[in-house]
């Protein structure tokens, strides 16, 4: 019995840890494509999406470029300082990108995503036990930011 009680218990734990993690709602993936680099994948909302993602260094952060559709992608992830996350910054095509990435707190596993791409505002809970670092986690929501039958204004 103590048994069965225990295998119960273990299979909730691996369910509300693989619940945690960030699912996209459109056809987009993120992957590790080396120790620093990753290149994110699909077709979302603006159309084929191909950006690569690279740590530059250093605690300079990362940097993402690449197209999404006929966008042009050029999005800087940095420091926001000192236990203060990340800052993303720049531009899909004409629409701007400002958003934050930050703890929940100093034992939490969670981030929450906060940022506008053009005029619309995204929010989202990721978490650090993912593959890939919380920072590069925030663009990719970005990317998945809007509705699949919805087309966004801004660009």
């Known amino acids: 019995m103590a048994r069965l009680l225990l295998t119960f218990a273990a299979s909730l734990l691996v369910s509300a840890a693989v619940g945690a993690k960030y699912i ?29 993602v ?61 940022a506008k791409v053009g005029d619309r505002m995204v929010e989202a809970k990721v978490d650090d036990e993912w593959d890939i670092d919380p920072a590069v986690q925030a663009l990719f929501v970005l990317f998945d930011c809007c509705d699949p039958e919805e087309k966004p204004s801004g660009g």
């Open 54 to 114: 690279e740590d530059k260094h250093l605690f300079q952060g990362f940097r993402a470029e690449g197209t999404n559709g006929d966008k042009k992608v050029e999005v800087d992830i940095k420091s926001a300082g000192l236990a203060a996350g990340w800052k993303l910054e720049g531009k899909i095509g004409d629409m701007k990108v400002e958003g934050t990435a930050k703890s929940d707190g100093p034992f939490s596993k969670s981030w929450t995503v906060k």
């Open 24 to 52: 996209a709602k459109q056809d987009i993936t993120c992957e590790r494509i080396s120790g620093t680099k990753f290149e994110f994948k699909g077709k979302n909302t603006w159309g084929a999406l191909d950006v690569k």
